[in-house]
């Protein structure tokens, strides 16, 4: 619980300081935890109620393969992937096309 309180208040003193944008690379070792009881995710609500963008590394430790754990709709997750399997078992598949100079 107390490292929980610790991750809530390192939001708050970024928000206090007002900060543009929040960026993580964080996640949890057994998968992803429910949105009332993730730090993270209740953090970066705080955040994004007071106009800050929270961006998260999707994560390499999903619940299954091509999976993601950081998935609060408020949130901007950041992944490196061709396709990624949502929580509800859509598939996002995302295609970018660079020209050759």
């Known amino acids: 619980m107390r ?10 003193h970024a928000i206090a300081d007002g ?6 690379s964080m996640g949890y070792q057994d998968g992803s935890l429910e949105l009332t009881s993730d730090p993270f995710a209740i953090g970066s609500f705080h955040a994004i109620e007071k106009g800050i963008l929270t ?4 994560g390499n430790t999903g619940p299954d393969f091509s999976s993601i754990q ?9 992944a490196a992937s ?20």
């Open 3 to 12: 490292a929980r309180l610790l991750r809530y208040r390192c939001f708050d």
């Open 19 to 24: 900060v543009d944008i929040i960026s993580l």
């Open 55 to 58: 961006v998260n590394a999707a």
């Open 70 to 78: 950081n998935y609060a709709p408020w949130i901007l997750t950041v």
């Open 82 to 101: 061709d396709k990624l399997l949502l929580k509800n078992d859509a598939t996002l598949v995302v295609s970018i096309y660079v020209p050759s100079n």
